[in-house]
């Protein structure tokens, strides 16, 4: 069963980092892209950021202003995004989700992350 | 960035309905087109890949069609767990973008 683990999501103050994992059990990490996808509250979806299979690309959503580092480990099946200067803004729950041919075909839970003072 | 716009915003039908939501791109993104379904509190799940192909498990009374600037995703005959809202989302360039979504509720 395919199956991708968020954590590391909370409560933080504006201008404070985060790191958030994503371990993914039940497919060969290695042979995926993936991406990580935030939700406002209330609020659409909003990708955020791509890592290719071996991460040798990386992509990201203008608004983060190069605030925010993806990056893998596919020795260890897991996934990670760092999260520095956070904004009210950033307050968002967090997926992390499986690239298939461009498409999300499985998701995680998701995480909550609060940015306030 | 390219931008999508979906229509309506927001929709009430009754179960049995056919319903029908427009995904339009600012600009030609061949078939690089995707539809999600979420319910509340739970992560989106995907239905529609490349504009017009069913995902595994997704019941038949989903399709998808379009290509280049306009898509469609259509409900044959809409069912109680139906209910919920629908995104569109471009893979063409490498920065991924949503639409807003579409609400379908129980008129």
């Known amino acids: 069963e395919v199956q991708l683990v968020e954590s590391g999501g909370g409560l933080v103050k504006p201008g404070g980092s985060l790191r958030l994992s994503c371990v993914v059990s039940g497919f060969t990490f290695s042979d995926y892209g993936i991406n990580w996808v935030r939700q406002a509250p209330g609020k659409g979806l909003e990708w955020v950021s791509s890592i290719s299979s071996s991460g040798s690309f990386i992509y990201y959503a203008d608004s983060l202003k190069g605030r925010f580092t993806i990056s893998r480990d596919n020795a260890e099946n897991s996934l990670y995004l760092q999260m520095n200067s956070l904004r009210v803004e950033d307050t968002a729950v967090y997926y992390c989700?499986?690239?298939?041919?461009?498409?999300?075909?499985?998701w995680g839970q998701g995480t909550l992350v609060t940015v306030s003072s | 960035d390219i931008q999508m716009t979906q229509s309506p915003s927001s929709l009430s039908a009754s179960v049995g309905d056919r319903v029908t939501i427009t995904c339009r791109a600012s600009q030609s993104i061949s078939s690089y087109l995707n539809w999600y379904q979420q319910k509340p509190g739970r992560a989106p799940k995907l239905l529609i890949y490349a504009a017009s192909s069913l995902q595994s498990g997704v019941p038949s009374r989903f399709s998808g069609s379009g290509s280049g600037t306009d898509f469609t995703l259509s409900i044959g005959s809409l069912q109680p767990e139906d209910f919920a809202t629908y995104y569109c989302?471009?893979?063409?360039?490498?920065?991924?973008?949503f639409g807003q979504g579409t609400k379908v509720d129980i008129k």
């Open positions: 989302q471009q893979s063409y360039s490498t920065r991924w973008t």
């Open positions: 989700a499986r690239d298939d041919s461009g498409a999300n075909d499985y």
